[in-house]
């Protein structure tokens, strides 16, 4: 890992060149996504069909092949162990009653005039998420994805995971069932997203995508995005953590691997006051490397993005945290949750020594669908909210459409549009 000090008068330009990220979209991808999305778009299952067994592997030869209802996913469920069963509920209670409290209301006043102005909340109709397939079993973005759009009170929730070769993987399944997916479909890759933005003979048109892809799913969603709504085009995973010193190096050490391992351009990043912890962690990661399973993959990242920042203090840490905007911010000090009040850009801050970022992406309770690549400066988590939205409500009383109609009659009469103006004056009293 590179080592970085804040006393250097190179820093600022150390610190940018560690968090450049290349985000220009590769031409040769977006133009075969591009294909498939109007193939998609203008032969609906057949194109959907083809192209799934082309890049799965599989041998559909209708949409019933590819489908999967309700009761496919409890079958599911039922064929995990007891203990899998029990985690599984857990976390999606966890991650539920989370969403609940994100869950916004109708509400409305009433002007002195008459004049009653709210505003009117109300869920999606449809939604798809996407679920990466594979080798990879990945049940917590089924949770974190489904659960607050089961909160939010969306009826049809359709959900779409590749199944190379066909084999389907029960835990991702048992997931769906329990989350409140309404109906799954094993496709995925830019068909799939087309699919659902689209819509086909089989597959229904949702209002909204979300979830994780490769490059042709991030791709496709960018491609779709103003036909249906989608929730971020996610960069890579990220984490930074601030450390004083009091937590175990080897617990900071494996929080680092805990988002290295995703895959080798993820950023892990650790800022501490003192010289001699950074060589403690530095210490405990060269010691605990042999042991983890995707240690090629933990070096490359770390060798890529990764860094150990000296700050002079936690202030001075915190304003870095800001700059950099994480996607996983780890306050690992004292008094954790004082100092995460100076902190105004992270997707998630975990707070305190026993908060490991791991415990996040799978049952903590907030949602593990985060802003990457700084963009938690303007971005927020997914949640609840993503999956309502939000209607304007005005009723003009009579008495209130005399005040409003002449204001609104002078300022469109300079914007020299006659009819917005007459519209107005025609309610007037005299």
Wanted: net charge negative.
């Amino acid at each position: 890992m590179k080592r970085l000090s804040t006393q250097s008068p190179q820093f600022q330009q150390e610190l940018q060149a560690l968090l450049a990220f290349e985000t220009v979209q590769d031409p040769k991808i977006d133009q075969i996504v591009a294909d498939i999305c109007a193939d998609v778009q203008r032969r609906g299952d057949a194109a959907v069909i083809a192209y799934t067994n082309q890049f799965d592997g599989t041998q559909a030869q209708t949409m019933a092949d590819l489908t999967l209802s309700q009761d496919d996913l409890k079958a599911a469920f039922f064929r995990l162990p007891e203990n899998v069963q029990t985690a599984l509920q857990t976390a999606a209670e966890r991650v539920r009653s989370y969403h609940q409290h994100q869950k916004q209301e109708s509400w409305h006043y009433t002007d002195a005039d008459g004049t009653l102005l709210g505003q009117q909340v109300t869920p999606l109709d449809r939604v798809g998420i996407y679920v990466p397939g594979g080798k990879a079993a990945y049940p917590s973005s089924v949770i974190m994805n489904a659960m607050p759009a089961h909160v939010a009170g969306v009826p049809e929730i359709i959900m779409v995971v590749p199944t190379p070769q066909g084999e389907r993987n029960d835990i991702v399944l048992a997931a769906a069932y329990i989350a409140g997916v309404t109906k799954v479909f094993t496709i995925g890759g830019a068909q799939a997203v087309a699919a659902l933005a689209y819509g086909t003979q089989t597959v229904p048109q949702v209002d909204k995508i979300t979830g994780p892809g490769n490059a042709f799913v991030a791709a496709a969603k960018r491609r779709v995005f103003g036909v249906v709504g989608i929730d971020m085009v996610a960069g890579p995973s990220e984490i930074l953590v601030i450390a004083d010193g009091s937590t175990p190096a080897d617990w900071v050490a494996m929080d680092l691997f805990s988002q290295a391992e995703h895959d080798e351009i993820a950023q892990a990043i650790l800022i501490a006051t003192s010289p001699d912890y950074l060589d403690e962690v530095q210490a405990a990661m060269h010691r605990l490397m042999p042991t983890m399973p995707r240690r090629a993959i933990i070096e490359a990242s770390l060798g890529n993005r990764g860094a150990m920042i000296l700050a002079k203090d936690l202030d001075e840490a915190c304003a870095i945290a800001n700059y950099i905007a994480p996607e996983h911010l780890e306050l690992s000090v004292e008094n954790a949750a004082a100092w995460a009040q100076k902190i105004r850009h992270a997707g998630a801050i975990f707070m305190g020594r026993y908060t490991s970022e791991s415990l996040g992406d799978y049952c903590a309770g907030p949602n593990h669908v985060l802003p990457t690549s700084r963009t938690a400066r303007f971005s927020s988590p997914l949640g609840t909210y993503d999956f309502q939205k939000r209607s304007s409500l005005i009723q003009v009383s009579e008495q209130g459409a005399q005040q409003l109609g002449k204001i609104a009659s002078i300022l469109a009469h300079g914007e020299n549009l006659t009819a917005h103006a007459r519209s107005a004056e025609l309610r007037l009293k005299d």
